[in-house]
């Protein structure tokens, strides 16, 4: 049902770095600013970057965000356990005239 | 700091309507685009709509024949009604609060949106 395509998984050891992969198309992606969201387990999603790349404050410098076309990534880099979450983009679709969010990628800290 | 805070029933009957409201505390919301998420059992995040300080809003079209939001400026608070509730609608629903903006040309892209501000959540249950 999302229109925003995630892996569903992504893992590295302790001071590593993960990418998380967004694919969208024309109408979403290519065409608006690109959000993602952090979800820790059992609390309420926060954002972690918006405009495809700012970090709001208190936001780490180990989050990066990029975008090429339809598509957009998340870096966390010095990966930490306390990074261990489920992780969201979001966007606005030109067509549909809604928001929409990927289907969501879980970190795990090996 | 803006804080944002869902209430209503936890539970609703199938067939009936779902209302939520979300108060705003420690800040304004004129400019912003209020939003409300949901979160079925396990599955990820579900766009529901929102609401500007103007009243004008903007739904999910999967949802926009059961769904209407309000706001109440004097008050602070906006609300989600969802009518003829099924169990797929048993989620966590969330309110937020929503940066979008349109960039006119010659910006190559069309919109900034998102969402800074969240509340908790709430959970709730549609019983047969």
Redesign the interface.
């Known amino acids: ?2 229109v925003l395509t995630q892996p569903p998984s992504v893992s590295a050891a302790p001071g590593q770095k993960v990418t998380i992969s967004c694919s969208g198309s024309s109408s979403n992606i290519g ?3 690109v ?1 993602w ?1 952090q979800q820790l387990p059992g ?5 972690v970057i ?2 495809d790349n700012k970090r ?1 404050s208190g936001i780490p410098d180990r989050f990066s965000g990029s975008k090429s076309g339809t598509s957009v990534t998340l870096d966390i880099t010095g990966l930490q356990t306390g990074d261990e979450a ?1 992780y ?1 983009c ?3 679709d ?1 067509s ?9 990628t879980t970190v795990t800290v090996l | 700091q803006v804080q944002l805070q869902e209430s209503g029933p936890g539970l609703v009957k199938s067939s009936e309507t779902l209302s939520l409201t979300c108060t705003v505390s420690g800040g304004s919301i004129s400019n912003y685009y209020l ?1 409300w ?1 949901r979160q079925p059992p396990g599955k ?4 529901i ?2 609401i500007d300080y103007s009243g004008s809003t ?5 949802l926009k024949s059961r769904v209407t939001i309000s706001i109440d400026t004097s008050k602070i608070q906006f609300s989600l009604r969802l009518s003829s509730v099924t169990a797929a609608d048993t989620a966590i629903y ?1 309110c937020a609060r ?3 903006r349109f960039l006119p040309w010659p910006s190559p ?8 501000v ?4 709430t959970t709730v249950t549609v019983s047969s």
């Not at chain 1, 609390?43 to 954002?47: D, F, I, M, Q, W």
């Not at chain 1, 549909?96 to 969501?104: H, I, P």
């Not at chain 2, 969240?118 to 959540?121: L, Q, T, V």
């Open positions: 049902q999302s065409k608006n600013y959000s969201y609390t309420a999603p926060k954002l918006y405009d709001p489920d969201y979001g966007t606005w030109s549909l005239s809604a928001g929409v969010f990927g289907t969501g | 939003s998420i990820g995040l579900d766009w709509g929102y903007s739904y999910n079209p999967s969330y929503g940066t979008k892209r069309d919109y900034i949106y998102y969402m800074d969240w509340g908790r959540g």
